[in-house]
Antibody, heavy 119, light 113 residues
Framework: QLVESGGGVVQPGRSLRLSCAAS????????MHWVRQAPGKGLEWVSF????????YYVDSVEGRFTVSRDNSKNTLYLQMNSLGVDDTAIYYC??????????????WGQGTLVTVSS | DIVMTQTPDSLAASLGERATINCKSS????????????LAWYQKKPGQPPKLLIY???TRESGVPDRFSGSGSGTDFTLTITSLQAEDVAVYYC?????????FGQGTRVEIK
């Protein structure tokens, strides 16, 4: 099970940190992702982190503004989002990868947390 | 970036009919080391997270009904629902994982006629 938290309404230019609590599987054995869906739009992959945090990847639109991290001792995934813009408004899902170090596909998803960037 | 293009954008079929969704990638997603295509399919219903249906282009995820099947190779892929059921109404997405950034198709909405 994956449970996201930390979403809310934030002004443009501000920061927000999302969390994703994992249970029911060995969290430290798998890579993890953040995927978002803007209102009325399709799915957009945001970021990946390998099981050991050694490999991280980002979509270009968030590179340099977002940072993915994880705490395997707490079974928790994080997404630090800085310099938020209105285009970042979306439901943010955390998702578990079937693989360990290489981004592949998502076999388990959280329910999502809504981030709204608005003045 | 690899661009994923799905056709059609939406379709309506009768209960029990076949529904076919196509997905084309802007470059091959065939992974040479295992000769498998890095292509997955998801089902997305309103208010729910996406659900994995198919990975490696044709491997059905555990628990997914066998009326869902995936096929194709290289740049052209298909998701087929052989006998459409009411619970299949959803938006379907293809996704490539050959290279980052991971990219999705724009989605295909499936409805009952």
């Amino acid at each position: 099970q994956l449970v996201e938290s930390g979403g809310g309404v934030v002004q443009p230019g501000r920061s927000l940190r999302l969390s994703c609590a994992a249970s029911g599987f060995t969290f430290s054995d798998y890579g993890m992702h953040w995927v978002r869906q803007a209102p009325g739009k399709g799915l957009e992959w945001v970021s990946f982190i390998s099981h050991d945090e050694r490999n991280t990847y980002y979509v270009d639109s968030v590179e340099g503004r977002f940072t993915v991290s994880r705490d395997n001792s707490k079974n928790t995934l994080y997404l630090q989002m800085n310099s938020l813009g209105v285009d970042d408004t979306a439901i943010y899902y955390c998702a578990k990868d079937r693989a360990v170090t290489t981004p592949r596909y998502f076999d388990n998803w959280g329910q999502g947390t809504l981030v709204t960037v608005s003045s | 970036d690899i661009v994923m293009t799905q056709t059609p954008d939406s379709l309506a079929a009768s209960l029990g009919e076949r529904a076919t969704i196509n997905c084309k990638s802007s470059q091959s997603v065939l992974y040479s080391p295992n000769n498998k295509n890095c292509l997955a399919w998801y089902q997305k219903k309103p208010g729910q997270p996406p659900k994995l249906l198919i990975y490696w282009a044709s491997t059905r995820e555990s628990g997914v009904p066998d009326r869902f099947s995936g096929s194709g190779s290289g740049t052209d892929f298909t998701l087929t629902i052989t006998s459409l059921q009411a619970e299949d109404v959803a938006v379907y997405y293809c996704q490539q994982y050959y290279i980052t950034p991971i990219t999705f198709g724009q989605g295909t909405r499936v409805e009952i006629k």
